[in-house]
């Protein structure tokens, strides 16, 4: 009664003070970001571009959401991107052979699910490190998108599934408020549910959590399947756009997702995430890849600044640990 007493009232104020503070430096920075490119390009400060913006950051911040979760909890998921790859073929054949686009919708994010499922069960219960499991996961199941395709795309998407993805809602882009439900969700578990105490609390310290009475394997499970399904459906509103789905698509989307939760505050060492921070962070690579292509800048910088970006969000969570 003791271990458990010490270890959560005394946490959890403090995260989530750490948590609020990061998340507002973060979007000061957003603003910083924001305000430069808007000197810098008469284009970027309008309508357009920036919901242009929102729009093209949304596949990356679900991406990243799921990704956060892993983070919490102690993990990361390096398949998110060949996960959606094959979501994404299965789904199309199966929109394209004529089955009612809600089933193959609900199909594609089953998909998802199963690849989270295997990588989740082999964490979970046959403990196995995070790293080397959903790195194994980034060759299997890109490898398996390639197999069944052939390496060719599949095209034919129905205008009726492009037509939802392309649709807007009182004239916001359908991608940018499916984002937003997504994160509204996320953000009750993480901070009104039992699941994302849970997702902290093995995070922070595996086995204190376990003493205290925490289902770890089974939150670690979780964590994982939810990564997976959303990497599907970050699929469907690419494909939604494309009208075709390549067994190549997501390469490097676990680099991005990585950087948009980084930035967002997620600790690579586990037990400190938020979904508002990644959210940011995911706006924020956005807005550097916009500005930059409107300043003909070459892409191979926009990576750059992505690797330094994670570099320079480690740095300043090992200051805040620290301190």
Same mark, same amino acid.
């Given at each position: 009664?003791?271990?458990?007493?010490?270890?959560?009232?005394?946490?959890?104020?403090?995260?989530?003070?750490?948590?609020?503070?990061?998340?507002?430096?973060?979007?000061?920075?957003?603003?910083?970001?924001?305000?430069?490119?808007?000197?810098?390009?008469?284009?970027?400060?309008?309508?357009?571009?920036?919901?242009?913006?929102?729009?093209?950051?949304?596949?990356?911040?679900?991406?990243?959401?799921?990704?956060?979760?892993?983070?919490?909890?102690?993990?990361?998921?390096?398949?998110?991107?060949?996960?959606?790859?094959?979501?994404?073929?299965?789904?199309?054949?199966?929109?394209?052979?004529?089955?009612?686009?809600?089933?193959?919708?609900? !199909?594609?994010?089953? /998909? $998802?699910? *199963?690849?989270?499922?295997?990588?989740? #069960?082999?964490? =979970?219960?046959? %403990?196995?490190?995070?790293?080397?499991?959903?790195?194994?996961?980034?060759?299997?199941?890109?490898?398996?998108?390639?197999?069944?395709?052939?390496?060719?795309?599949?095209?034919?998407?129905?205008?009726?599934?492009?037509?939802?993805?392309?649709?807007?809602?009182?004239?916001?882009?359908?991608?940018?408020?499916?984002?937003?439900?997504?994160?509204?969700?996320?953000?009750?578990?993480?901070?009104?549910?039992?699941?994302?105490?849970?997702?902290?609390?093995?995070?922070?310290?595996?086995?204190?959590?376990?003493?205290?009475?925490?289902?770890?394997?089974?939150?670690?499970?979780?964590?994982?399947?939810?990564?997976?399904?959303?990497?599907?459906?970050?699929?469907?509103?690419?494909?939604?756009?494309?009208?075709? !789905?390549?067994?190549? /698509? $997501?390469? *490097?989307?676990?680099?991005?997702?990585? #950087?948009?939760? =980084?930035?967002? %505050?997620?600790?690579?060492?586990?037990?400190?995430?938020?979904?508002?921070?990644?959210?940011?962070?995911?706006?924020?690579?956005?807005?550097?890849?916009?500005?930059?292509?409107?300043?003909?800048?070459?892409?191979?910088?926009?990576?750059?600044?992505?690797?330094?970006?994670?570099?320079?969000?480690?740095?300043?969570?090992?200051?805040?640990?620290?301190?």
């Amino acid at each position: 009664m003791m271990t458990q007493t010490n270890i959560q009232p005394a946490a959890a104020p403090t995260a989530k003070f750490k948590l609020n503070l990061r998340d507002a430096g973060t979007l000061i920075g957003l603003l910083i970001i924001v305000v430069t490119f808007s000197f810098l390009s008469p284009v970027f400060f309008t309508v357009p571009n920036l919901l242009n913006i929102l729009q093209q950051s949304s596949i990356n911040a679900l991406i990243a959401l799921g990704m956060t979760l892993v983070i919490v909890s102690g993990g990361i998921d390096l398949s998110v991107g060949p996960t959606a790859a094959l979501s994404a073929v299965l789904g199309a054949t199966m929109m394209v052979a004529g089955v009612p686009v809600p089933v193959a919708i609900l !199909a594609t994010l089953g /998909i $998802g699910a *199963l690849c989270g499922v295997f990588s989740g #069960a082999l964490v =979970a219960y046959a %403990g196995l490190q995070p790293f080397i499991v959903t790195l194994g996961g980034l060759s299997l199941f890109r490898a398996i998108a390639l197999i069944y395709t052939g390496g060719n795309p599949v095209f034919g998407i129905p205008m009726e599934f492009r037509s939802i993805i392309n649709s807007t809602v009182i004239g916001i882009p359908t991608p940018i408020v499916i984002v937003a439900v997504v994160a509204l969700v996320l953000w009750l578990v993480m901070n009104k549910t039992p699941l994302g105490e849970y997702i902290l609390a093995v995070g922070g310290n595996e086995e204190a959590a376990r003493v205290a009475g925490v289902p770890v394997k089974r939150t670690k499970m979780t964590v994982f399947i939810i990564s997976g399904t959303l990497a599907s459906l970050a699929s469907l509103i690419l494909i939604g756009r494309l009208g075709a !789905a390549e067994p190549t /698509i $997501g390469n *490097l989307w676990e680099l991005d997702a990585i #950087a948009a939760a =980084a930035i967002g %505050g997620a600790s690579l060492m586990g037990g400190k995430g938020s979904i508002v921070g990644t959210l940011i962070g995911a706006i924020i690579l956005g807005v550097l890849r916009n500005g930059l292509t409107l300043l003909n800048i070459q892409a191979f910088y926009q990576l750059l600044a992505t690797g330094l970006i994670i570099i320079i969000a480690m740095l300043i969570d090992r200051a805040t640990r620290g301190r």
